[in-house]
Every structure is written in C-alpha cells, then in structure tokens.
C-alpha cells in the first residue's frame, strides 16, 4: 500500500492517507490514534509528547461535504463547525448551526469536526445535544463493512463511545424525520469561549392549526451522557405553539439528568437552571418560527 503522506518525529510516527481504505488498513496495523481537527486531542496530551501512531484522516476526501437529501443530511466525519455555520440546512438544524458558533474561538471552529466532538464524548460536547434532538445516527466503517447506530447509543459515558477497535467515525446521518424551528442555548460563567454549566437543543414541530404535533428536547452538561427529555417532550404534544407554552413542562419532567458539583457549578444549581434554559430554549424556537 502506497501512503499518501508520512512523517516519522523523535516519539512516534505520523501518518496522513489520502482513502478510506488506506486509513483502516494503517488503524488495524498500527493500533494509531486517529486525528482529524485535533482541538480536544492535543489539550489532553497536556505536556507529555506523542508516543503513538498518529493517524491524520483530514486529507481523505470522502470524510468531507455535507449533503442533503430529502430524506436525510450526510455530514462527513471531517466537516468542520465553521462548515456547519456556513452549510444551507433546513430549519430544524437551527439549533445544530447555533451550537457551532459556541464550539470555542472562530479558529477552533475552523478545524474542529463535527464526528472528533462525537468521539470525544464530553458531557459538555456543544454538538451533542442539538444531534439527540434530530435523531442522528454515527456511521462507522470498519474492514467489515459499514454499520449506523443511534447517536444515544453511540456515546455510553463520560469520554466513552462504543467504537469498535479497527473501525472509523465516517459521518453523522440526520433523518428529516421532524421539521419546525428549533434553537440552541448554553449557560456557563462568561457568554463566549466557556465549558456549559448546562445547553438545551429544542425542536417543535405543528399542525396546521399550530398545534404541537412532535416536540424534542435534549440537554447537556447535567449528567455522563447528554439526555432526551421523552417526558417533557410528551407533556409538550398537543399544546398551542403560542408564548408561554414551555410552561407546560415542569420540574418533574428532568428527573433523568443527574448533574454533579464540580468548579463550575453544584448540582442543586444545575438542575434547577436545566429547567429556566430548557423553557427559554423552547421560547426561542417560538420566536425563531416569528422571524422566519
């Protein structure tokens, strides 16, 4: 096999294949490390230097481009937030596209990929919570071929996804299975470039009559793994899409986060500010459908 580009440093050697195929076979002979923005994968190393395999998948092709269809939108595992911005996506993305302009600075946005947030698994991952509310599935390539599961499947625990060894992230599918305004909003210390306290990604879909016919809701940052309220969003369906409906969902409703205390915030506070953000994210999906 021909390598598209290689690079051996003092520590461990580096490697950027130009296919699909390149990039499995050097995963299952070196046992490297895959790197594509590389905006959480170089903080973690701190300042120990690189002592592994280290496979560079932005150079493949395939792993790029958004597409959309109409049945579902393809992101490749390399498209960037700053992609994401920029990309014509329907409505119910709104919240997708506002939770990009929070991932970090301009420049982290300009190199980190939607599918590295993925598989990092933070519980503070802004990308997360606004994919749960749309249904996205992780599709992972592997030598044995190519397999989709749900993102709520896909991340299992703090930093932990259920990747198999030998298989890639390839893209995130988004069925256009709902269609409304949706919103994004974060809480944390300052209003830019801060780790969530909490985030909230809401979508409300109506009827003719303005009915809510299917709402979806998910928050971050308030337990291991980013979670749907299934609860909230059923006590939403049949409610009119008018100002001060997300009174409708109450404190019982987030029973299933459980946020911790840590430098940013206690858990009593957490939980008690899901709720005023998860109401305020619904509103804004209200005046998102006003400004259309």
Request: glycine share 6%; with cysteine; proline share 6%.
């Amino acid at each position: 096999m021909q390598i598209a580009s290689q690079r051996s440093g003092p520590n461990a050697p580096y490697f950027r294949p130009r296919t699909l195929a390149e990039a499995l076979d050097l995963l299952a002979d070196t046992k490297g490390r895959v790197l594509a923005g590389g905006t959480d994968f170089y903080p973690q190393l701190g300042d120990r230097p690189v002592t592994f395999p280290v496979i560079d998948i932005t150079g493949i092709a395939d792993l790029r481009g958004v597409t959309v269809s109409e049945t579902h939108i393809r992101v490749g595992a390399c498209v960037t937030w700053s992609e994401i911005v920029a990309s014509d996506l329907p409505e119910a993305c709104r919240a997708l596209q506002l939770a990009a302009r929070e991932v970090g600075a301009r420049q982290i946005q300009n190199a980190g990929t939607v599918a590295g947030n993925l598989c990092n698994a933070s519980p503070a991952a802004d990308g997360v919570p606004p994919l749960l509310a749309l249904n996205a599935e992780v599709e992972m390539t592997a030598p044995e071929g190519i397999s989709r599961i749900p993102l709520s499947d896909f991340i299992v625990g703090y930093r932990k996804t259920c990747l198999p060894p030998g298989a890639l992230v390839t893209a995130v599918v988004i069925p256009r299975d709902i269609a409304g305004p949706s919103s994004f909003l974060k809480l944390g210390a300052r209003t830019s470039l801060v780790i969530s306290i909490a985030m909230v990604a809401a979508i409300v879909e109506t009827d003719a009559q303005n009915t809510i016919t299917q709402a979806r809701i998910a928050v971050g940052a308030c337990s291991a793994v980013a979670q749907r309220l299934f609860a909230a969003e059923a006590a939403l369906r049949g409610q009119s899409f008018a100002p001060g409906f997300s009174r409708a969902v109450l404190a019982d409703h987030l029973a299933e986060l459980t946020p911790i205390d840590d430098l940013r915030a206690t858990s009593t506070y957490r939980q008690e500010a899901a709720l005023i953000l998860v109401r305020r994210t619904l509103e804004a999906c209200l005046a998102e459908r006003h400004d259309a």
